[in-house]
């Protein structure tokens, strides 16, 4: 896209532009849902006011605009991937990785080649829709052997570039690899590894509000990956519990009418609650309860 950036906010509002479809789309309307950040958006408008009194404007564009608008300047704060802040070549502050969309930009070529080593990609013709990032990639190798790689450019599809004839590699995101066998590719060389992240304009004058949605989505991220592990202990039992659950932070422990027993709150990983509710009864623990969080401030 090479439009200008959208100009329908609120004065004085903070511009906050999040993908408008693609892979990050439905995490991030569900994190800013789950983060207390709601909106209400007009069927096919991109520009939506958030609720509860948040000066702040949302705005849905392609993942790889976000960045470009970012650093410029026309927009504050914003959620894309890694692959595309360095793909546009922009400074922007990283405020915060966000956990999810994470894969690999990867050199690839097809298995039959037997490519053991990048340096045998050098001279040859690559395909790939981060044209930038791999032109800065292979210009090390050019430089070292003397060579001239063509790199060219392809918006989508690109494993099928070696099948069609157009490429001898490819540079695309790996993720769980299927696309890639798929093609009959592997794996040569990874470049570059993302996920999506919030970033913001180094210059933007609207620093409170991004430190704001930056705690607001820290506290879902926490909720979404601990729960609240809770249990009744006597007191001599007690440094054994808390070995097994010492909490995030520290644990919560309050005294029990029943005399010299114990009642311990504590924040557990998600995927580690079986086996610490394992070990938690088998140290004498008792009435252990866990419970989901629906958000959190730390
Ligand atoms: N297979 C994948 N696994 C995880 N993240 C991915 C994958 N493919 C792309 N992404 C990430 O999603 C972000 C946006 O990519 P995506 O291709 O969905 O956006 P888009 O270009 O707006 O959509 P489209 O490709 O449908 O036009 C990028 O930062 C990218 O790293
Ligand atoms: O390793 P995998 O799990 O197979 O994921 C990798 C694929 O995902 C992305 O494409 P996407 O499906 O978004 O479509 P695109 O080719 O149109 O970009 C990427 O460009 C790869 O093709």
């Known amino acids: 896209m090479s439009a ?13 532009a999040i993908p408008k479809k693609g892979r990050l789309y ?28 948040l000066p702040i404007t949302l705005i849905f564009l392609p993942a790889k605009d976000i960045a470009t608008f970012v650093g410029k300047g026309d927009i504050d704060v914003g959620i894309t991937g890694w692959d595309v802040v360095k793909e546009s070549g922009v400074t922007v502050d990283r405020v915060m990785d966000l956990g999810f969309g994470k894969c690999k930009l990867s050199v690839q070529a097809p ?24 032109k800065e990639f292979f210009k090390l190798i050019d430089e070292k052997k003397g060579t001239n790689t ?22 695309d995101l790996v993720e769980t690899g299927t696309t890639m066998r798929a093609a009959g590719l592997e794996v040569v060389h990874e470049v570059l590894e993302t996920e999506a992240m919030l970033i913001a ?16 989505l820290e506290g879902f991220i ?5 729960c609240l592990v809770m249990y009744n202990i006597s007191e001599d039992l007690l440094p054994k519990a808390l070995e097994v659950s010492p909490g995030k932070r520290s644990p919560t ?8 027993m114990k009642a311990v ?22 009435d252990i309860l866990v419970l989901e969080l629906e958000n959190s401030r730390m």
């Open 4 to 16: 200008s950036a959208p100009n329908s906010s609120p004065e004085g509002y903070c511009k906050f």
């Open 26 to 53: 439905e995490k991030v309307v569900k994190m800013l849902k789950g983060a207390g950040i709601e909106f209400n958006r007009a069927d096919r408008l991109d520009v939506a006011i958030c609720k509860a009194g």
């Open 111 to 134: 298995v039959v080649k037997k490519i053991t080593d990048v340096e045998m990609l050098a001279g040859k013709r690559i395909a790939t829709s981060f044209p930038e990032t791999t």
């Open 150 to 171: 063509t790199i060219s450019f392809i918006s989508g599809s690109v494993e099928a570039a070696c099948g069609l004839g157009l490429a001898d590699a490819v540079v």
């Open 201 to 216: 304009n180094p210059n933007s004058t609207h620093k409170d509000l991004v430190d704001l949605i930056r705690k607001r």
């Open 222 to 226: 926490t909720a979404t990956k601990y």
């Open 253 to 260: 422990i309050t005294n029990l009418e029943a005399d010299g």
């Open 265 to 286: 709150s504590s924040l557990v990983l998600k995927k580690e609650v079986p086996e610490k509710m394992d070990a938690l009864h088998d140290i004498g623990a008792t």
